[in-house]
């Protein structure tokens, strides 16, 4: 058996909510805040900067700050399930010397990143790193 995983949702009002988790962090849902494809994508960025950064550390590779933006085009059918993914990942204050690594490192990612793993079987995921 698997590590669990939960959250707690709580609405009122129509579509106005939040989702909170077992360390206490909240965060808006609906109308006045994230919808489920924004949480989503968020869930997928924020797993692979995790992975990736667990890699890195591996390498002994540092760097300044990164920028992660993901966006999706859903299926115009029902289900609208995600049909295409594209992340675009800016490394700032690494050495030029290990730009061939890192980006070797954030293609390890997408084989380890559970969400993605999640996400490619329904969506096609296309991804690029620069640096800035």
């Known amino acids: ?13 129509g579509f106005s909510g939040s989702g909170i988790t077992d360390s206490g962090y909240q965060i808006r849902i609906g109308a006045d805040g994230a919808v489920p494809y924004d949480l989503l994508l968020m869930g997928l960025g924020s797993c692979l900067y995790a992975t990736f950064l667990e890699i890195l550390g591996k390498k002994k590779i ?5 920028k992660i933006e993901v966006s999706g085009e859903k299926r115009r059918e029902i289900p609208t399930t995600l049909e295409s ?9 690494t050495d030029k010397s290990h730009w061939k690594s890192v980006e070797k490192s954030f293609e390890l990612a997408t084989k380890y990143c559970s969400i993605y793993k999640t996400i490619s079987g329904v969506a096609e995921i296309n991804w690029e790193v620069s640096f800035g």
């Open 1 to 13: 058996m698997g590590d669990e995983v939960h959250v707690l949702l709580e609405f009122s009002e």
């Open 62 to 66: 540092s760097f300044t700050s990164t």
């Open 85 to 93: 993914c594209f992340i675009t990942v800016i490394i700032v204050g």
